[in-house]
């Protein structure tokens, strides 16, 4: 049945959120919808964010009832973000961050975090799965004429810095919730597209062929940066994305988390204690002085207050500040330091013992972070694994997104310092392109896509953001103490477009029937050229990064066990916009004998050795 | 329910907030208008309230619904404000800077709740203090001071007055003790 909507969901670290437009109907603008979600035991709102957090009741509690089941016990949004603080075992936050994390099985039910003996823990698949059944849930009460979003055209948005295994399993989770038609879509040319829409055509006017946007996406948990260009296209102006940035978990969390440690060691030293409870409302009066300080110059100092925790508020809260030189010192210098250009972020090697957790990034500075990626694709500077394309040229436009850069402080710094690297290299200096909504952003523009594809908007193209390489040992004798050095074989290119096949790669593997094979995984948003079947003995630095290893099991059907086959892999880009690496037999014992390789498989680099 | 006497914080409070409801919900506002017709002091009987909407009001429908969004409201400015908690407490004994500490904790979350599920806009956008010639008496308008004679009616406006434009509480879902504004908290460890 053909879908009366195209859905765009922005399925966030901290927020999610939903919009919709009309497919063929009069009026095809995107409209956001509001989720109804429990705000409070027994009260249920709607809110056009729904934090993405998610609770399990206990048997002490009531049902978690909502309009649509009375008996649940367990909800997703506002309530569960609440809950979070005072019963932090119960409760999952940042499961995307978990889901793209390949330190852990991904499928296996690890979350939450420390979970008391009573609660089941899910996966972070099926926690992603939970958030999106509760958009799904939502719009069926919202809407009940229009039916289910397994019936409409759905565009997931991810981090453009997802690798083909996370994407695979925001499908798995997406699929999970009945989302039959789905599509995935990078978080920044979502924010893109959403700027589009709301300029109308008026936005060609704002973007020349030859001019190079630079995306700016910093959101609760994660930092995103994408390049795309605006290009001359059959006598028109089309857009291409032409690279993006490692996934970096800095966010607009951390900031709050940050400050909150600045005022509370500042009342620890008055002989003010602090219990678990109080600094987690420190953390969230700091987000609101943080706001008032940013949005107002003329305020020195904002009063940050706990209230107590008992029913007596007057004598037991404990009043601190947050003064403008706290918040420039460690919040403007601390994520957003003015630095040159040929700084890099420095890399804490991780220790080897490790608590299960998510790999944060060990520095905060963003700018740091932005000057990395723009010297690999903007600057071209060989030492630092630059991209190899002889297309790097710096960018001439700003487009920011992320509820972090509402405050005119934080992006003023950011232009500036872009703008001093590019005025010190020669070049123009960039302009802003003027955004709004910066929370709703990336899920309009989702939705604006779903209408694109349908032909009522300029499509920007890109493929995939990174090539993709499996690990091939080398021949040779057992040395003690060396591991065999390992190359890369290309087996997807950059820029593979949805729907297209990569060439078959000539090199043969070998794999025993029945038994798992693991190959290590490598990908290069850096390395644009490599064709399917070129082979790397040796790269850079930072030019390759190891993803979780995959895994391929022939099924013994039709062959004996213990025979080895010699397959090919192929690589192709599904319609949904997910990666499928095939091997297929070289000689094949029935016709088109093929095999679907497991992305994404369990343990991550770090723990693969 | 037995009714006794409010202390007057309950009483400021209820007399605020049924204020906006009589302004707004005309079914409350009757609810009042007989209450306060059949409960009233004998010994002098006010003029009765505009009769609105009164004959369509079947009186047993009356208090609990009214009820229960008064203590949903109360509940939701507790949880994000600590409304109760600060209208509870005794403040003879603290200090004004004591008092307004918490003042920022109740006004802050106070009017967040508010904005998220009311909006509430001034009844006229004249500035305080000016001077207003009113074509003909209305009831957003009051009149206070020498309040005689016939429109138009010449003064000097003191205050703007509020309207909530829109209010949409939250849905009442599950059975739940409305009565329960707050659960007491027990910590384990």
């Not at chain 1, 008996?71 to 961050?97: T, Y």
């Not at chain 1, 947050?322 to 601390?334: H, S």
């Not at chain 1, 993709?468 to 593979?496: D, N």
């Not at chain 2, 004249?126 to 004679?149: F, I, M």
Request: hydrophobic residues 45%; aromatic residues 6%; charged residues 25%.
């Amino acid at each position: 049945m053909s879908a009366k909507f195209v859905i765009g969901i922005d399925l966030g670290t901290t927020h999610s959120a939903l919009a919709l437009a009309e497919l063929g109907g009069t009026d095809e603008r995107v409209s956001v919808l509001e989720i109804e979600q429990l705000v409070a035991l027994g009260s249920v709102a709607k809110r056009p964010l729904l934090p993405s957090f998610l609770y399990f009741a206990h048997e002490s509690e009531p049902a978690l009832a909502l309009s649509w089941d009375a008996q649940r016990r367990f909800c997703v949004g506002e309530f569960a973000r609440a809950r979070g603080a005072e019963a932090p075992q119960r409760v999952i936050s940042s499961a995307k961050s978990w889901l793209s994390y390949g330190g852990i099985d991904r499928r296996a039910g690890n979350l939450p975090v420390g979970a008391p003996e009573d609660l089941e823990k899910i996966s972070p698949v099926e926690a992603s799965f939970r958030l999106l059944d509760h958009l799904n849930e939502a719009f069926r009460a919202a809407r009940p004429a229009d039916g289910d979003l397994s019936e409409q055209e759905v565009v997931l948005t991810v981090p453009a810095s997802f690798d083909a295994g996370a994407r695979d399993l925001t499908v798995e989770a997406a699929l999970a919730a009945g989302f039959e038609q789905v599509t995935l879509l990078e978080e920044p040319q979502a924010a893109l597209y959403a700027w589009i829409e709301q300029n109308g055509e008026a936005w060609r006017s704002h973007l020349r062929a030859g001019d190079r946007v630079l995306v700016i996406d910093i959101g609760g948990g994660t930092t995103d940066f994408s390049l795309i260009d605006a290009i001359e296209q059959d006598g028109s102006l089309g857009l291409s994305r032409v690279a993006v940035g490692d996934h970096i978990l800095l966010g607009g969390d951390n900031m709050d988390l940050a400050l909150a440690h600045v005022v509370g060691q500042e009342l620890t030293e008055q002989g003010k204690e602090l219990d678990r409870f109080q600094l987690g409302a420190l953390a969230h009066a700091c987000r609101g002085a943080k706001e008032k300080l940013l949005s107002d110059a003329s305020l020195e100092q904002v009063a940050v207050v706990l209230p107590s925790r008992g029913s007596q508020l007057l004598g037991g809260s404990i009043r601190g500040e947050l003064r403008r030189e706290q918040v420039e010192r460690y919040l403007l210098e601390g994520f957003f330091p003015a630095v040159s250009v040929n700084e890099r972020p420095k890399v804490r090697p991780r220790a080897g013992l490790t608590q299960a957790g998510l790999p944060y990034a060990s520095d905060a500075a963003i700018t740091k972070h932005l000057a990395a990626f723009l010297a690999r694709h903007a600057f071209a500077e060989p030492a630092s694994g630059a991209s190899d394309s002889t297309d790097a040229r710096p960018p001439t436009a700003i487009l920011f997104n992320g509820g972090v850069l509402k405050a005119d402080i934080l992006r003023t710094r950011v232009i500036e310092t872009l703008n001093g690297w590019l005025e010190q290299r020669g070049s123009a200096k960039a302009r802003v392109l003027p955004g709004e909504d910066l929370d709703l952003a990336v899920a309009r523009g989702a939705a604006y896509y779903g209408l694109v594809r349908h032909g009522r908007g300029l499509r920007i193209r890109g493929g995939t953001a990174r090539a993709y390489y499996v690990g091939i040992e080398s021949p040779m004798p057992a040395l003690p103490g060396l591991e065999p050095p390992v190359f890369a074989l290309c087996v997807a290119p950059f820029g593979m477009e949805e729907g297209s096949h990569a060439a078959l790669p000539p090199q043969e593997l070998f794999v025993v029937v029945g038994e798992p094979v693991t190959f290590r995984f490598f990908g290069s948003s850096t390395r644009r050229s490599d064709p399917a079947g070129s082979v790397l003995e040796r790269w850079r630095a930072g030019e390759l990064e190891e993803l979780p290893q995959i895994e391929l099991v022939l099924p013994p059907a039709g062959r004996a066990a213990g025979d080895v086959v010699a397959v090919h892999l192929q690589a192709s880009v599904t319609a949904i916009g997910t990666l499928k690496l095939e091997a297929i037999a070289q000689a094949p014992i029935v016709a088109d004998e093929r095999w679907q390789i497991e992305l994404s498989v369990r343990h991550g680099a770090n723990s693969s050795a | 329910m037995t009714v006794t006497s409010l202390p007057l914080l309950s009483r400021f409070w209820l007399s605020w907030l049924t204020s906006f409801r009589i302004l707004f919900d005309g079914r409350f506002a009757a609810n009042v208008a007989m209450l306060r017709d059949g409960d009233a002091p004998s010994e002098s009987k006010p003029p009765a309230p505009l009769p609105l909407e009164v004959r369509e009001v079947p009186r047993q429908d009356r208090a609990p619904a009214s009820a229960d969004g008064a203590l949903q409201l109360l509940a939701l400015l507790q949880r994000e404000g600590r409304f109760v908690d600060f209208v509870q407490q005794e403040l003879a004994s603290f200090g004004d800077a004591e008092i307004g500490a918490a003042a920022r904790v109740v006004h802050e979350g106070c009017r967040r709740a508010i904005r998220q599920h009311a909006r509430v806009v001034s009844v006229r956008n004249e500035a305080e203090g000016a001077s207003l010639t009113l074509e003909r008496a209305t009831e957003d308008v009051k009149l206070v001071g020498n309040v005689a004679g016939s429109a138009p009616f010449r003064g000097v406006l003191r205050h703007r007055g509020w309207r909530v434009e829109e209010l949409a509480l939250p849905t009442v879902v599950g059975a739940h003790d409305p009565t329960l504004v707050a659960p007491a908290e027990l910590e384990l460890s």
